[in-house]
């Protein structure tokens, strides 16, 4: 550790979003990378002390969007595998630790810049194939929102490091921004690549020791990304990559005495167990587990009937059907004002039956194929249940086909009852519920979208009245983690919109800030007295 300089980091600019246009040189480099993955089927180990592991447990690795397109297959992690990951991640900690914080920046900064030059076609392509993305929402993903994750949150440790407590003349005093006791288990979702990324290096970056349990759907993605942080110079064991069904290596890990933290995006059932998990073994503990959790959302748009109705369309589609409705933050459910939805509704359902759907490979489709069958499943049995009910009817797409791929059309249900089942349960799809409501009644059914769903997450308002803005801004504070007005309720931007949400949607702990990153310590002031007192007695004790 260097002692005789004091370092700094500047606060990054996000990273440009490359457009893909058509004879663009970054069009022609992913182009090249999907067929290169295509043609090379990739064998994927564990990683567990900066070593390949290989096990009997295989399992293969298909397109969503092409059942006969195999990316290759993985190796999954079983009871030696996690207790040599753990055993291998404390005695890295030490080592890791008490390296010097812009050492542990460097590396992940490294990671950055190879993500945004050299890799980026390499990890853009492998997001498109493994997890279905087109390459817009790929580039947003797993190049933008990873990079800018491991830049912002290198700034965000270099200014927490810095907040320090006032001293005097006498007392010189200190905090010491401590890593926890113990190993993190990261968890992180299918959709994102980026929060793939972000969820081993956040705590990793702050001096802790790391498992990471990536995705099954995203295993691919992932790796490729666990080997451009080891070409960063990631010292062995500090993150052990050990992908393995999570059901059966969850419980193993939340036993060990040594869990200090568990980082988490999922679904609520999963971060329940967890919580329960840990709460029965509390007393096996070194320490107090933390646990950073984002599940999902029952995410709006509230149109107010000044809204502009372009806008409005727009941020429907948008929201709602990107990545297949696919993200935390996806519309799933709309209230629109009576005059507002006479004047959109034959547009909106116009477009939506006009988006193309299909294969990554062409870059006319807005909309790809939704992540495996048990999603596929799931999705059909909320349209078929809508198509079924005498409260709701699909006005829009409602058709599904996996023969080739796991495909649902885009779909909008319109319903007069703002609790029908769509309205608040989570669909992880392709599917949009429109309530229509009377133009007078806007408080009122303001009142109504706050308490429908237990989530809060993102949510949006649209009007041109400022006043009605003001109005729904205060109605649906708890509402919304992330709030947008006249936006769509996705596309968060590290450094810009801290994201996260609660009730139950998680515990809010902004991926991407500096709240989340001091989840990952541990505190400690330390007090030099520079005059120490010789004697005991004090000054009121000179008289009876």
């Not at 993150?239 to 679904?267: C, D, W, Y």
């Not at 909320?382 to 649902?408: L, N, P």
Request: glycine share 6%; hydrophobic share 35%; with cysteine.
């Amino acid at each position: 550790m260097s002692t005789n300089d004091i370092f700094s980091l500047k606060r990054p600019d996000n990273e440009q979003i490359y457009g893909y246009e058509a004879g663009s040189q970054e069009r022609k480099r992913i182009k090249t990378e999907l067929n290169a993955l295509k043609e090379n089927t990739v064998e994927i180990p564990l990683i567990i002390d900066g070593k390949e592991v290989k096990t009997d447990n295989i399992r293969e690795i298909k397109a969503p969007h092409d059942h006969n397109l195999i990316l290759g297959k993985y190796h999954q992690a079983g009871k030696e595998e996690i207790n040599r990951a753990i055993d291998t991640s404390l005695k890295a900690k030490e080592a890791w630790e008490n390296t010097s914080w812009e050492k542990r920046a460097s590396i992940f900064l490294k990671a950055a810049s190879l993500l945004a030059g050299p890799s980026r076609a390499e990890i853009n392509a492998a997001t498109m194939l493994s997890q279905s993305k087109n390459v817009f929402q790929a580039e947003i993903d797993a190049a933008c929102e990873l990079i800018d994750f491991l830049r912002f949150n290198a700034y965000f440790m270099s200014e927490i490091y810095q907040k320090q407590p006032r001293s005097t003349p006498k007392i010189l005093n200190r905090v010491e921004y401590r890593p926890l006791e113990g190993f993190i288990f990261a968890v992180p979702p299918f959709n994102f690549t980026s929060i793939g990324g972000n969820l081993p290096t956040a705590p990793a970056l702050m001096g802790n020791t790391v498992l990471w349990k990536p995705a099954s759907a995203a295993v691919y993605s992932n790796y490729f990304f666990m080997k451009v942080l080891m070409r960063a110079g990631l010292p062995d064991g500090v993150i052990n990559f050990i992908p393995g069904q999570g059901s059966k290596l969850g419980p193993m890990i939340l036993k060990r005495p040594e869990l200090a933290g568990v980082h988490f995006t999922g679904s609520v059932d999963t971060l329940n167990q967890m919580f329960k998990e840990v709460g029965a073994n509390i007393d096996r503990f070194d320490t107090y587990p933390r646990i950073v959790g984002e599940t999902g959302g029952k995410d709006f748009v509230f149109a107010h009937k000044s809204a502009d109705r372009d806008e409005l369309i727009t941020a429907l589609l948008r929201g709602a059907f990107e990545y297949q409705g696919q993200k935390c933050s996806a519309v799933s459910r709309s209230y629109i004002p009576k005059s507002v939805w006479e004047d959109i509704s034959k547009e909106l359902v116009t477009k939506t039956e006009n988006l193309k759907m299909g294969s990554v490979d062409d870059f006319t489709n807005f909309i790809n194929a939704v992540i495996d069958e048990s999603a596929f499943e799931k999705i059909k049995e909320y349209i078929k249940y809508a198509k079924r009910s005498d409260s709701a009817q699909v006005i829009a797409g409602g058709e599904f086909d996996k023969t080739e791929g796991y495909y649902i059309t885009p779909t909008i249900i319109l319903t007069d009852n703002p609790r029908f089942r769509t309205m608040v349960e989570e669909i992880f799809g392709p599917v949009l519920t429109i309530y229509i409501y009377d133009d007078q009644k806007y408080e009122e059914t303001l009142n109504l979208c706050d308490q429908t769903s237990p989530y809060g997450l993102t949510g949006s308002i649209f009007a041109k009245d400022r006043y009605a803005v003001a109005f729904a801004e205060k109605a649906l504070k708890h509402a919304a983690g992330n709030f947008y007005i006249n936006d769509k309720p996705t596309g968060a931007v590290v450094g810009q919109q801290p994201f996260g949400g609660s009730r139950k949607s998680g515990t809010n702990d902004k991926a991407g800030s500096q709240w989340n990153l001091m989840r990952w310590v541990s505190p400690r002031s330390i007090k030099e007295n520079l005059n120490p007192p010789v004697k005991y007695m004090y000054p009121f004790m000179k008289e009876k």
